[in-house]
């Protein structure tokens, strides 16, 4: 069974910084695409960030790049999102989830997410 947990999550001022942490279990994290969904209340999730199994490709939406940065360690089956210059728009819920690097683009398996993490941005 494919289980991702997220934490890191929290109230942070703008202009500050968080590290989200996703640790998985049941998945082949090593051959394994990666990302990390953005949600705001009552929209739809939103990829925000992709890493391809190896790390050697990420992509960041433009709202979100110089800002944050993804990475992995596969030896502990982890990623993280490094959160820097957080602004208000920053506020949502950010889940990771199993993603499929192809033809350029980052399609995230179905169900392969996790509940996720909310983060606040304000003063």
């Known amino acids: 069974q494919v289980h991702l947990a997220e934490s890191g999550g929290g109230l942070v001022q703008p202009g500050g910084s968080l590290r989200l942490t996703c640790v998985t279990s049941?998945?082949?994290?090593?051959?394994?695409?990666m990302g990390w969904f953005r949600q705001y209340p009552g929209k739809e999730r939103e990829v925000i960030v992709g890493?391809?199994?190896?790390?050697?490709?990420?992509y960041y939406e433009d709202s979100v790049k110089g800002r944050f940065t993804v990475s992995r360690d596969n030896a502990k089956n982890t990623l993280f999102l490094q959160m820097d210059s957080l602004k208000a728009e920053d506020t949502a819920v950010y889940s990771c989830?199993?993603?499929?690097?192809?033809?350029?683009?980052?399609?995230?398996?179905?169900?392969?997410w996790g509940q996720g993490t909310q983060v606040v941005v304000s003063s």
């Open positions: 989830v199993a993603m499929q690097f192809a033809e350029g683009i980052y399609f995230p398996r179905a169900g392969y």
């Open positions: 049941g998945l082949s994290f090593g051959t394994t695409d």
């Open positions: 890493i391809t199994f190896s790390g050697d490709h990420t």
